[in-house]
């Protein structure tokens, strides 16, 4: 059975969400510089960054 590997995947997606919270996953930010959604991340430093043109923000 393959279930243990689902059951994984779904743990990190659940304590992703416990952290950041639905609203702050749900309103998805802008790159000021290309105007594309930028990913958020919660590790290290709270920040949003750009995968196109590497633009970071840090969020305090
Ligand atoms: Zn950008």
Known sequence: MSQSQKRKTG???HTYYDIS???LVRRLKK???CGV???FHKV???RWS???CSY???VS
């Open 56 to 58: 970071t923000e840090y």
């Open 31 to 33: 790159c000021p510089r």
């Open 44 to 46: 290290n430093k709270t």
């Open 21 to 23: 919270g639905e609203k």
């Open 11 to 13: 743990k990190k997606i």
């Open 50 to 52: 750009c995968g196109k």
């Open 37 to 39: 959604f930028m990913a």
